[in-house]
């Protein structure tokens, strides 16, 4: 009898009902994830990979992920590029697999971003790209799983597994580490002539994140209010945070029971804004950049028209026409995206704590419709054997 209240015990903490839940745990830890990967246990796997892509004379690499790892793949592509030098390729882990066209070689750095590191196929490509000469090395937070014993080296997250299934701080603290290793390649290569600007405020980024956290947390729900009556909510981003719009498309799809869509700016202007109704709800991601007043001009348009607006940007940005503003920490928009990810997380949060959309942890796991259209896409090929 107390073995089954024990297991009855265990499953209600591992399956929460009511707020907090797990998810809101994970967002609540991102400061200290993020202080965390600061420290020697982690800027020491930074160095280790530094030193053998130094060794190896890597000049290519190619990043790896699925659904949120490949965002974060995208949005850490152009803060590398300008710091190394170095080109760099993203693609979904098994369309990599599938359609295999890159050079790959000795001096290929191949990144496989995975939060759980078991992605089914992961380790197929990992062989292959080895046998092509390349060096693999997994961004992942789970120290045993079978990508982290597969890869050639690692840099864990400090989290470890988590309980819920959205990603939060296992996305926020993948982009800080592969900033860092991006920092500490660049100053190995001699292709950054100052880094202090850019290492000041990784060290400032957990900090400002813990108080904007705080800061907004009453603000969410009130984020909610505005837009929770639209039909559909657009997402829109440009540049580093265009793959950032489409984390957030799909954390507020999962939460909310509306249809999100996320939009690259300018593509949104050439075109699909022609369907924009005052049903719709805008949500605009501005940080500071060459795009920023494009993005303003998108939200004016989009208010003029008649949808609801969110405008996310830094002190300063806002006009008196937006419905809702967040206003940033000031950060540099190369650095921007693990920071301007959060209130976004909060905002789906709080549209999961009113019911509409999936369980805030559990998403859709829970219900018979989902476990068994899934299961066609858990169990290679049972849809050709239940024709």
């Given at each position: 009898?107390?073995?089954?209240?024990?297991?009855?015990?265990?499953?209600?903490?591992?399956?929460?009902?009511?707020?907090p839940?797990?998810?809101?745990?994970?967002?609540?830890?991102?400061?200290?994830m993020?202080?965390?990967?600061?420290?020697?246990?982690?800027?020491?796997?930074?160095?280790s990979?530094?030193?053998?892509?130094?060794?190896?004379?890597?000049?290519?690499?190619?990043?790896?992920?699925?659904?949120?790892?490949?965002?974060?793949?995208?949005?850490?592509?152009?803060?590398?590029?300008?710091?190394?030098?170095?080109?760099?390729?993203?693609?979904?882990?098994?369309?990599?697999?599938?359609?295999?066209?890159?050079?790959?070689?000795?001096?290929?750095?191949?990144?496989?971003?995975?939060?759980?590191?078991?992605?089914?196929?992961?380790?197929?490509?990992?062989?292959?790209?080895?046998?092509?000469?390349?060096?693999?090395?997994?961004?992942?937070?789970?120290?045993?799983?079978?990508?982290?014993?597969?890869?050639?080296?690692?840099?864990?997250?400090?989290?470890?597994?988590?309980?819920?299934?959205?990603?939060?701080?296992?996305?926020?603290?993948?982009?800080f580490?592969?900033m860092?290793?991006?920092?500490?390649?660049?100053?190995?290569l001699?292709?950054?002539?100052?880094?202090?600007?850019?290492?000041?405020?990784?060290?400032?980024?957990?900090?400002?994140?813990?108080?904007?956290?705080?800061?907004?947390?009453?603000?969410?729900?009130g984020?909610?209010?505005?837009?929770?009556?639209?039909?559909?909510?657009?997402?829109?981003?440009?540049?580093?945070?265009y793959?950032?719009?489409?984390?957030?498309?799909?954390?507020?799809?999962?939460?909310?029971?509306?249809?999100?869509?996320?939009?690259?700016l300018?593509?949104?202007?050439?075109?699909?804004?022609?369907?924009l109704?005052?049903?719709?709800?805008?949500i605009?991601?501005?940080?500071?950049?060459?795009?920023?007043?494009?993005?303003?001009?998108?939200?004016?348009?989009?208010?003029?028209?008649?949808?609801?607006?969110?405008?996310?940007?830094?002190?300063?940005?806002?006009?008196?026409?937006?419905d809702?503003?967040?206003?940033?920490?000031?950060?540099?928009?190369l650095?921007?995206?693990?920071?301007?990810?959060?209130?976004?997380w909060?905002?789906?949060?709080?549209?999961?704590?009113?019911?509409n959309?999936?369980?805030?942890?559990?998403?859709?796991?829970?219900k018979?419709?989902?476990?068994?259209?899934?299961?066609?896409?858990?169990?290679?090929?049972?849809?050709?054997?239940?024709?």
């Amino acid at each position: 009898m107390n073995e089954n209240l024990n297991k009855t015990v265990k499953e209600e903490r591992r399956h929460r009902t009511e707020h907090p839940y797990w998810v809101w745990e994970s967002i609540q830890s991102i400061p200290e994830m993020l202080s965390l990967c600061l420290q020697e246990e982690v800027t020491r796997q930074i160095d280790s990979v530094v030193d053998q892509c130094m060794k190896r004379k890597v000049d290519k690499v190619i990043l790896l992920g699925r659904g949120s790892s490949y965002f974060g793949a995208v949005a850490e592509k152009f803060f590398f590029e300008k710091m190394t030098g170095i080109p760099v390729s993203c693609h979904v882990t098994n369309e990599f697999e599938s359609y295999p066209f890159e050079r790959v070689d000795s001096r290929t750095a191949v990144f496989f971003l995975s939060h759980s590191g078991k992605s089914e196929g992961d380790l197929r490509v990992v062989e292959f790209v080895k046998n092509l000469g390349a060096y693999t090395i997994g961004i992942t937070d789970i120290a045993e799983s079978s990508l982290a014993l597969a890869v050639e080296d690692l840099i864990l997250g400090p989290g470890g597994p988590k309980m819920e299934l959205p990603a939060t701080r296992t996305f926020a603290t993948a982009i800080f580490r592969m900033m860092q290793f991006t920092l500490a390649l660049g100053r190995a290569l001699g292709t950054i002539e100052d880094d202090r600007e850019y290492v000041d405020v990784l060290n400032k980024l957990p900090g400002q994140t813990r108080d904007f956290i705080a800061m907004f947390e009453t603000k969410a729900a009130g984020i909610v209010e505005t837009l929770k009556d639209c039909k559909t909510l657009l997402v829109m981003g440009y540049g580093p945070n265009y793959p950032i719009a489409k984390e957030a498309a799909m954390a507020l799809n999962q939460s909310s029971g509306i249809p999100i869509q996320s939009y690259e700016l300018e593509n949104y202007i050439h075109g699909p804004i022609q369907a924009l109704t005052r049903e719709m709800g805008v949500i605009a991601i501005a940080p500071p950049g060459g795009l920023q007043e494009r993005m303003l001009g998108l939200t004016m348009a989009a208010k003029t028209i008649g949808a609801k607006t969110v405008l996310i940007a830094p002190e300063g940005t806002a006009s008196p026409d937006e419905d809702a503003f967040i206003e940033m920490p000031e950060v540099p928009e190369l650095l921007s995206p693990v920071l301007y990810m959060v209130p976004l997380w909060q905002i789906g949060y709080s549209f999961g704590l009113l019911g509409n959309g999936g369980h805030p942890d559990r998403l859709s796991m829970d219900k018979p419709e989902f476990k068994e259209g899934l299961s066609y896409l858990m169990k290679k090929d049972k849809w050709v054997t239940k024709k």
